[in-house]
């Protein structure tokens, strides 16, 4: 495995891929978003018609697609059979299934078996992000950060970001959604949504998208250097 990954764990909407995606291209590290993996996953599942509680039909779909990791211009993206899925894998019916597939422990493994693999493909660098990367993908990464925001801000820029609406009542509405599905990745008995012991804690709450990819930049140079 390769030693240098740097693992960012936090709560849906804190920004963590976009935030990863940014920092992997400023350090010449490839991007790696175990999100998108489990939402492939998903994709897969429901594609297929598979109810979404049988986690060894759904590990076992998965293997014989196959659904893989594969290195691109901006990093890893997921592929379904030979197809791109980045787009796909954003869609609502998807992100309303994915906590539920990710909490299937067989789903999990295999999960983990194929990020561990990419990670070792790249011979500078990956920046992971996601819920368990920190402690349990990749406990031994030299450095790991948790990134939280508010509920309140984090849907507020998920809003801004896709171009919606963001009135009081859309916001409180998008509040919501977060605040459950943080609940759903917090509370499940596997892997649940935690910092790691040892990662560093960055609230971006207050903080500008250049303010939060420079201090994650400046506390890698330190350590990979
Ligand atoms: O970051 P995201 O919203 O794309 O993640 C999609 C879902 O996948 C999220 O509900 C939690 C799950 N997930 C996980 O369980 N473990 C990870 N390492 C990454 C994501």
Same mark, same amino acid.
């Given at each position: 495995?390769?030693?240098?990954?740097?693992?960012?764990? $936090?709560?849906?909407?804190?920004?963590?891929? *976009?935030?990863?995606?940014?920092?992997?291209?400023?350090?010449?590290?490839? +991007?790696?978003?175990?999100?998108?993996?489990? %939402?492939? /996953? *998903?994709?897969?599942?429901?594609?297929?018609?598979?109810?979404?509680?049988? $986690?060894?039909?759904?590990?076992?779909?998965?293997? *014989?697609?196959?659904?893989?990791?594969?290195?691109?211009?901006?990093? /890893?993206?997921?592929?379904?059979?030979?197809?791109?899925?980045?787009? #796909?894998?954003?869609?609502? =019916?998807? *992100?309303?299934?994915?906590?539920?597939?990710?909490?299937?422990?067989?789903? %999990?493994?295999?999960?983990?078996?194929?990020?561990?693999?990419?990670?070792?493909? +790249?011979?500078?660098?990956?920046?992971?992000? $996601?819920? =368990?990367?920190?402690?349990?993908? /990749?406990?031994?990464?030299?450095?790991?950060?948790?990134?939280?925001?508010?509920?309140?801000?984090?849907?507020?820029?998920?809003?801004?970001?896709?171009?919606?609406? +963001?009135?009081?009542?859309?916001?409180?509405?998008?509040?919501? %959604?977060?605040? #459950?599905?943080? %609940?759903?990745?917090?509370?499940?008995?596997?892997?649940?949504?935690?910092?790691?012991?040892? #990662?560093?804690?960055?609230?971006?709450? =207050?903080?500008? /998208?250049? $303010?939060?990819?420079?201090?994650?930049?400046?506390?890698?140079?330190?350590?990979?250097?």
């Amino acid at each position: 495995m390769t030693a240098n990954v740097l693992a960012i764990d $936090g709560p849906a909407g804190s920004g963590k891929s *976009t935030t990863a995606l940014a920092v992997a291209e400023r350090l010449g590290f490839a +991007h790696l978003d175990s999100g998108a993996l489990y %939402r492939a /996953f *998903t994709l897969a599942a429901i594609d297929a018609g598979l109810p979404l509680g049988a $986690g060894a039909r759904i590990a076992a779909l998965v293997r *014989t697609l196959p659904i893989r990791l594969v290195l691109g211009p901006q990093g /890893f993206r997921p592929e379904v059979a030979g197809a791109d899925v980045s787009e #796909a894998v954003r869609r609502a =019916d998807v *992100t309303a299934q994915v906590s539920a597939v990710s909490a299937l422990p067989e789903v %999990r493994a295999v999960a983990n078996d194929l990020l561990r693999e990419a990670a070792a493909l +790249h011979p500078r660098g990956v920046v992971v992000d $996601g819920r =368990d990367i920190g402690t349990v993908v /990749f406990p031994e990464a030299p450095l790991k950060i948790y990134l939280s925001a508010s509920a309140e801000a984090r849907a507020r820029r998920r809003l801004e970001q896709e171009g919606r609406a +963001h009135d009081a009542g859309s916001v409180a509405e998008e509040t919501r %959604r977060l605040a #459950a599905r943080d %609940r759903a990745d917090a509370g499940r008995a596997i892997a649940p949504l935690r910092a790691a012991a040892d #990662a560093v804690a960055l609230d971006t709450t =207050d903080l500008s /998208f250049e $303010g939060q990819v420079d201090a994650i930049v400046e506390l890698a140079r330190n350590v990979f250097s």
